[in-house]
C-alpha cells in the first residue's frame, strides 16, 4: 500500500522568506511523487514531479522539491515567498500507475 | 483547448433526490477519474476509466456510479444523496501509459451540498 503524510496542516511566513513543506511517504514500489497547487476556489495546478530521474527536480514559479530515498521524503522549498503562493499544496504519491495518492493538505499562508 | 471542464460549479440537493455530475475533456485523453475533496483528507478516488467502455472502482465509490461512453465524457451519477456527499468533486483526466506516470489534468470542481 502507498500513503503520504504532509508533517505540517499549516506553514505562515513572511513575504521574502523561505518556504518549507515537508512531505513523507510509503511504498512498497519505486514511486513516483508530485506537488500540486490550489488556490483559493480553484482546481489543482502541477507546480513539479518526481519519476526517477534527477534527485532535485525544478517546478513552476521558483519551487523545487528533492527525493531523499533514505528518508522517504520529496520535501518542497522555494527560496524567497511571494504572497501569491498564497495556497493549499498537496503531496501526491503513485507508483507507476495512474491511481494518485494525496496528502492530507498543507495551507500556506504569506505575511506582507 | 477547453481542458476539463465540470458543470455545475455549485449544486444543492435534498437527502434522497439523484443527480449527475458532468465532465468533459477535449484533449483526447484515455483516463479519467473522479475525486472528492473534504477538509483535512486531501483528495480520494472515488471512480477511474482508462478508456471508452472501461471503469473501475477507487479508494470510495459507495454511493456513486459512472460509465464512459464517449472518450471525452465522464459523468459521476449519485443515486440517492446522503449528507455524507456533501463535498467538492474534482474530474481529472491524463494519457494513459503503461508503466508510465503522467500529469493528471484537472477541472475546476463542482461544490455540492446535501441537506
Known amino acids: 500500500a502507498q500513503s503520504v503524510t504532509q508533517l505540517d496542516s499549516h506553514v505562515s511566513v513572511s513575504e521574502g522568506t523561505p518556504v518549507l513543506l515537508r512531505c513523507n511517504y510509503s511504498?512498497?514500489?519505486?514511486?513516483?511523487l508530485f506537488w500540486y497547487v490550489q488556490h483559493p476556489n480553484k482546481g489543482l495546478q502541477l507546480l513539479l514531479k518526481?519519476?526517477?530521474?534527477?534527485?532535485l527536480v525544478k517546478g513552476i514559479n521558483g519551487f523545487e522539491a528533492e527525493f531523499k530515498k533514505s528518508e522517504t521524503s520529496f520535501h518542497l522549498t522555494k527560496p524567497s515567498a511571494h504572497m501569491s503562493d498564497a495556497a493549499e499544496y498537496f503531496c501526491?504519491?503513485?507508483?507507476?500507475?495512474?491511481?494518485?495518492?494525496f496528502g492530507a493538505g498543507t495551507t500556506v499562508t504569506v505575511r506582507a | 483547448n477547453a481542458g476539463v471542464t465540470q458543470t455545475p460549479k455549485f449544486q444543492v440537493l435534498k437527502t434522497g433526490q439523484s443527480m449527475t455530475l458532468q465532465c468533459a475533456q477535449d484533449?483526447?485523453?484515455?483516463?479519467m477519474s473522479w475525486y472528492r475533496q473534504d477538509p483535512g483528507m486531501g483528495l480520494r478516488l472515488i471512480h477511474y476509466?482508462?478508456?471508452?467502455?472501461?471503469?473501475d472502482q477507487g479508494e470510495v465509490p459507495n454511493g456513486y456510479n459512472v460509465s464512459r461512453s464517449t472518450t471525452e465524457d465522464f459523468p459521476l451519477r449519485l443515486l440517492s444523496a446522503a449528507p455524507s456527499q456533501t463535498s467538492v468533486y474534482f474530474c481529472?483526466?491524463?494519457?494513459?501509459?503503461?508503466?508510465?506516470?503522467?500529469?493528471?489534468?484537472f477541472g475546476p470542481g463542482t461544490r455540492l451540498t446535501v441537506l
Open positions: 501526491v504519491v503513485t507508483f507507476n500507475d495512474y491511481k494518485l495518492s
Open positions: 484533449m483526447n485523453h484515455e483516463y
Open positions: 481529472a483526466s491524463s494519457y494513459y501509459a503503461r508503466g508510465g506516470v503522467n500529469e493528471q489534468f
Open positions: 511504498s512498497s514500489y519505486s514511486p513516483s
Open positions: 476509466s482508462v478508456g471508452a467502455g472501461i471503469t
Open positions: 518526481y519519476t526517477s530521474a534527477a534527485t
